[in-house]
């Protein structure tokens, strides 16, 4: 998962989504053993817990920052390449980075992500 855009604020308007995002893969039971990896089964049970008593809103301020850093890269536009290079380079040899319409406007920044992840 990411968690990007071209400023600070996008990025933190999109941490919030990726944060619903995986308040709900973590309230799923079939994800449970991947949080417990992570050392996160507990929250993954009072995120179970709360999506069945229909309280989503609260689901989402239970997923800390520390565990939106576990699943998701958060970055700007300017520094995603490297963030994503730190994260996977040398583990993945091909990645699939869904990016916003606002980057097709923005030709060099989406040139330039490519080839920091291209040189990862």
Known sequence: MIASGATEADV??????????LGFYAST????????????GA???ELHQLSK???WREMVE??????????????TYDRLGEALA???G?????MHVDLVAELD???DVLRALVARLHAA
Not at 12 to 21: F, H, T
């Open 12 to 21: 933190a308007r999109n941490a919030a989504l990726v944060k619903q995002r």
């Open 29 to 40: 039971p079939t994800y449970r053993a991947v949080f417990e990896h992570h050392g996160l």
């Open 43 to 45: 929250v993954a049970d």
């Open 53 to 55: 008593a229909g309280k």
């Open 62 to 75: 239970l997923v800390s920052d520390d565990i939106l850093a576990t699943f998701a890269t958060v970055a």
């Open 86 to 88: 730190e994260r996977w």
């Open 90 to 94: 040398g583990v993945l040899t091909t």
């Open 105 to 107: 406007a923005q030709a």
